[in-house]
């Protein structure tokens, strides 16, 4: 069984930045692709990026594409996501999750990831 946790989330003014955490542990394998996902009141979780399991490549979608960076460190089980540039609409509560599939592709499908983490809230005031 693998835990996630999230951290880092708070209240930050439009224009600044955020770096939320996520920690693995239990059964932690680091072969395993990871992805930030985020869901705002009222709406559907929404995918925010991803990352494989060494670390090479990363996916984001578009709305967060050029203001938002993954990464991981993989000797201790943590992976990260750099919020920069932050809008009114990125507000909401930031999930990390971690797939058993293959870890050299990237995945963006909420059916494609096993492990979830209880989300860390991220509000932005405008």
């Known amino acids: 069984q693998v835990e996630l946790a999230e951290s880092g989330g708070g209240l930050v003014q439009t224009g600044g930045s955020l770096r939320l955490s996520c920690a693995a542990s239990?059964?932690?394998?680091?072969?395993?692709?990871m992805a930030w996902f985020r869901q705002a009141p009222g709406k559907e979780r929404e995918f925010v990026g991803c990352?494989?399991?060494?670390?090479?490549?990363?996916s984001y979608a578009d709305s967060v594409k050029g203001r938002f960076t993954i990464s991981r460190d993989n000797a201790k089980n943590m992976m990260y996501l750099q919020m920069n540039s932050l809008k009114p609409e990125d507000t909401g509560v930031y999930y990390c999750?971690?797939?058993?599939?293959?870890?050299?592709?990237?995945?963006?499908?909420?059916?494609?990831?096993?492990?979830w983490g209880q989300g860390t809230q991220v509000t932005v005031s405008s």
């Open positions: 239990g059964r932690t394998l680091n072969v395993y692709s």
């Open positions: 999750a971690q797939s058993r599939l293959n870890g050299n592709r990237l995945y963006w499908a909420i059916g494609d990831f096993d492990y």
């Open positions: 990352i494989s399991w060494t670390g090479a490549s990363t």
